[in-house]
């Protein structure tokens, strides 16, 4: 008798003296992650304009069918590393996801560090933040995500109604995703997103009284200072057809994309087609540059990859119209295209850009680039282009028959 009430005792003091709550789980994310990332409610209840605010950041926002990206540069720390993105996605005006890029081959390898600094540095980050969730969250469990045309098998640990994600190459990036439990399906399996279908995509076609015809909201991914125009572009298809977890720094690794100064355009787009398929997308040939072939597809809402060489001069060429065509009436701004010389050849500056529209009385044609927002829409004359392209064939990526 005298042990059983000793027992009690004991469990009464243990009752007593714990804490009447544990740490929300917000605070300890807020914790790890050494920023304002959660209010006090559950980051998958809040619009992503309370985490904008909270963070204080700057967001590009765009529309890909019923899910939405705010994407972000900077230079920070967050859980303990350098982030140089975050990227938030939102269904139905509700937050559903976040990604937070670290180091990365493309934006760290370069004139200020050697390959060699990177890969140690890359290492250290990815051992710093596994001990900081364990050392906080516990062992962790590997989990199926669903990224970049494949399944990864990654380690997770769970907190509440957060699962974060470290998604790890070496030699070429560090990434957290932080997703609900639900997002990665029963058993672990990432739930995945459904596969797009072949509908008219006719409806995100503009056209306005100056002749202008275009695909007015292709996402825009900025591709910074990395030479990753293929893997970025391929990006910006992807999301435009409505797929998800197709990313540019994953893309680049599996194309072997240089780190600086281009990707190998011809290699990256013989990949394309392997990278994308389980994703219920194909790539295809639609023959050289021509005008018929742009309005045509233009016209069905399908945007066209064009290899060419970005001169400085083309590029001098596409700021000039974007400055002056606007503030011209459509007569005077025709007759200043037809006094304008030809831009001269070159065979430099390899590079990929998405056509996205055109105008048959001008001779223009629009195109858009991956370098942000600024370059989401850029006209030049179908005959600059001609000075510039490559030879290659016009490519498209759609949903598979």
Sequence with gaps: MKKLLYAIWIAALAFLGAPCSAEPAEEVLNRLAGAPLSGRSELWGEPPSAVIRRMNINCLADRMGKEQMFATRFSRTLFGCPAVEIRLFAVEGKLAKIDIFFLNKGDSVGKKRSSGDFRKMLHSCHHDLEKLLTSELGGSERVNFAGAAKKHQLPAWKLDRYVLVVDYAPQEYLMLHIVPPEALGRRGKSSGAALPSRQSYAEHVKRNDRGDVFIADVPMVDQGGKGYCVPATVE???RYYGVSGVDMHKLAEQANTKNSGGTYIRGMLRSIHRLLSSCGLEVRSVGKLKKSTIMRLVDRGTPLLWVHYSTPE????????????????????????????LIKKSTKGAHIALIIGYNRDTGEIAITNSWGETHRLEW??????????????????????
């Excluded at 083309?314 to 011209?328: E, K, L, V």
């Excluded at 030049?380 to 028959?401: I, N, S, T, Y």
Aim: no cysteine; charged share 40%.
């Design 236 to 238: 910006r298809l992807a």
């Design 314 to 341: 083309f590029g001098q060429r596409m700021r000039h119209s974007n400055a002056a065509r606007g503030r011209a009436t459509p007569e005077a701004w025709r007759k200043e295209l037809r006094r304008q010389r």
């Design 380 to 401: 030049v004359r179908f005959a600059d282009m001609e000075q510039v392209d490559q030879g290659d064939d016009l490519f498209v990526v759609e949903p598979r028959k």
